[in-house]
């Protein structure tokens, strides 16, 4: 009796010991007697003990390499230091398994040489403005490589691109002298911008003080001649009615002569007397000492 309960004890012992449960994004490769047997996905599962192994486990999420800087030399002979970042996801646990030792040596040494036999064909200048289009024949390159390994390249970024020194630092003064010439550039404008606006504000206020200008010789022509043609209108006026008064000669003659006083009353030092106002001035004399005596 003993026997067979301790029997039953070690079965049960072996089914719960070979009773596995696969995680989530895991696969359990199976191998039965040292050969491929199968590949466990998500679940429960049973292996035969004694026969049946797990030869790997394999992660199936995405993972992501940082592989150290590697030295380069471009075209025009600048060794620079590059290092890379690999995305990649296993997508065959049985060809990652089987399909090559030690997988990540391998991606390691192979986008070395990609990246070395990309950046020989490319000149310095064309290397640091050119990521995108590295990372895109890189990542083309190792994916087409890593098929056979059931590996799939996601994504490849090139992290740092390092110089040599001597190169950092005539970058640096270059990059100084376009940011000097930008600015001398700027200010230039800014003056030159400044110097138009002046211009156009001088013009404005020339032409402003010449309308202005402009506008008081013609308001004080329309003044004059408004005022001269009323004169006009007047002298006009004292015509017509002392002609339609019909005045005697006598009469216009005194008028001459009041006119002439005005006028000898002025500051003229010569006064030329017509003959008619000769006459006139006799005839008052006479007038006048006839009403005396």
Do not use: C, P, S, T
């Given at each position: 009796m003993a026997v067979i309960i301790i029997i039953a004890i070690i079965i049960i012992a072996l089914?719960?010991?070979?009773?596995?449960?696969?995680q989530q994004a895991r696969a359990f490769v199976i191998e039965r007697l040292g050969a491929y047997k199968e590949t466990w996905n998500v679940g429960l599962h049973v292996k035969m003990p004694f026969i049946d192994r797990v030869a790997k486990i394999v992660s199936l999420k995405e993972q992501v390499a940082d592989f150290p800087p590697q030295p380069v030399i471009t075209k025009d002979n600048v060794t620079m230091q590059i290092d890379t970042v690999v995305y990649f996801q296993i997508t065959d646990p049985k060809l990652f398994t089987y399909g090559i030792e030690q997988p990540?040596?391998?991606i390691e040494n192979l986008s070395a040489t990609t990246l070395r036999n990309i950046i020989g064909d490319l000149e310095l200048d064309q290397c640091l403005t050119s990521r995108d289009i590295i990372n895109s024949k890189m990542r083309a390159i190792l994916d087409e490589a890593t098929d056979p390994w059931g590996i799939k390249v996601n994504r490849v970024e090139l992290k740092n691109i390092l110089p040599p020194k001597e190169i950092q630092n005539a970058m640096e003064k270059q990059m100084k002298a376009e940011r000097e010439r930008r600015e001398a550039i700027l200010r230039a404008e800014g003056e030159k911008r400044a110097?138009?606006?002046?211009?156009?504000?001088?013009k404005e206020s020339a032409?402003?003080?010449?309308?202005?200008?402009?506008?008081?010789?013609?308001?004080?022509?329309?003044?004059?001649a408004e005022a001269i043609l009323k004169v006009q209108t007047a002298t006009a006026e004292g015509i017509r009615l002392i002609n339609e008064s019909a005045p005697s000669d006598a009469v216009l003659r005194i008028k001459a002569l009041e006119a002439f006083t005005a006028a000898a009353n002025g500051t003229a030092t010569k006064i030329i007397i017509p003959s008619e106002i000769q006459g006139l001035a006799g005839l008052a004399a006479g007038v006048i000492e006839a009403n005396k005596e």
């Open positions: 089914i719960i010991v070979n009773i596995r449960v696969v990540m040596v391998a110097a138009i606006l002046e211009a156009e504000g001088e032409i402003l003080r010449a309308d202005a200008k402009k506008q008081q010789q013609i308001l004080e022509a329309e003044g004059e």
